[in-house]
């Protein structure tokens, strides 16, 4: 079992940049595929990033590719996503997950889900 708790969210201007961290509980963080997603209101869940065990693979969305980073750091339990050059489009509800399928972009890989941090951009 694995609990994933968000922080980070915020309103912040378009051109703006937020960082969203992501904790674990438990001591098997490191064994897991990490992912973030996002939800905008009336739409599905979409695949923003992922991060593989190790780091060595790294994985993001094309409408965030250039502007979003994934990292973590086991030692820590911690994964996190720094966004830059926001956009009105950005805005939505970003969940951390946690999986040990290799299909990183499928929502349903995930076994695990954060209860997610709202991120609003302002145009």
């Known amino acids: 079992q694995v609990q994933l708790v968000e922080s980070g969210g915020g309103l912040v201007q378009a051109g703006g940049s937020l960082r969203l961290s992501c904790a674990a509980s438990?001591?098997?963080?490191?064994?897991?595929?990490m992912g973030w997603f996002r939800q905008a209101p009336g739409k599905e869940r979409e695949f923003v990033a992922a991060?593989?065990?190790?780091?060595?693979?790294?994985y993001y969305a094309d409408s965030v590719k250039g502007r979003f980073t994934i990292s973590r750091d086991n030692a820590k339990n911690t994964v996190y996503l720094q966004m830059n050059s926001l956009k009105p489009e950005d805005t939505a509800v970003y969940y951390c997950?946690?999986?040990?399928?290799?299909?990183?972009?499928?929502?349903?890989?995930?076994?695990?889900w954060g209860q997610g941090t709202q991120v609003t951009v302002s145009s």
């Open positions: 991060i593989s065990r190790s780091s060595v693979s790294i």
């Open positions: 997950a946690a999986a040990t399928s290799a299909m990183y972009h499928k929502v349903s890989a995930y076994l695990y």
């Open positions: 438990g001591r098997t963080f490191s064994s897991y595929t």
